[in-house]
């Protein structure tokens, strides 16, 4: 079963970026789009980016428009997250993961920490 793991966040103070990356242990065959998601203390999952994972058509919470980009790797089944100008609303925990639809897969991986601090 194809799993993600996520990899890049850290530490950064507002307006820094960081550049977070999902790596999917096997084949996304049969997964229509590839999704971050993000989960601050005390509040809901919720879903961040998504791109195609044929022809790349990608979309974004308003929150993050023009700021954040999701991006296809070179490397197989890689997908990346920079996060430009970043505020401490961004502070969550960010989550790669496959989804069928909308629909993601119901398991989740171990997520990055992003801390967005003075």
């Known amino acids: 079963q194809v799993q993600p793991v996520e990899s890049g966040g850290g530490l950064v103070q507002p307006g820094g970026s960081l550049r977070l990356s999902c790596a999917a242990s096997?084949?996304?065959?049969?997964?229509?789009?590839i999704g971050w998601y993000r989960q601050a203390p005390g509040k809901q999952r919720e879903l961040v980016a998504t791109?195609?994972?044929?022809?790349?058509?990608?979309n974004y919470v308003e929150s993050v428009k023009g700021r954040f980009t999701i991006s296809k790797g070179n490397a197989k089944n890689t997908v990346y997250l920079q996060m430009n100008d970043l505020k401490s609303e961004d502070t969550a925990i960010y989550y790669c993961?496959?989804?069928?639809?909308?629909?993601?897969?119901?398991?989740w991986g171990q997520g990055t920490q992003v801390t967005v601090s003075s």
């Open positions: 791109i195609h994972t044929i022809g790349g058509v990608t």
């Open positions: 096997g084949s996304l065959l049969g997964f229509h789009k």
């Open positions: 993961n496959f989804l069928i639809g909308s629909v993601p897969r119901p398991s």
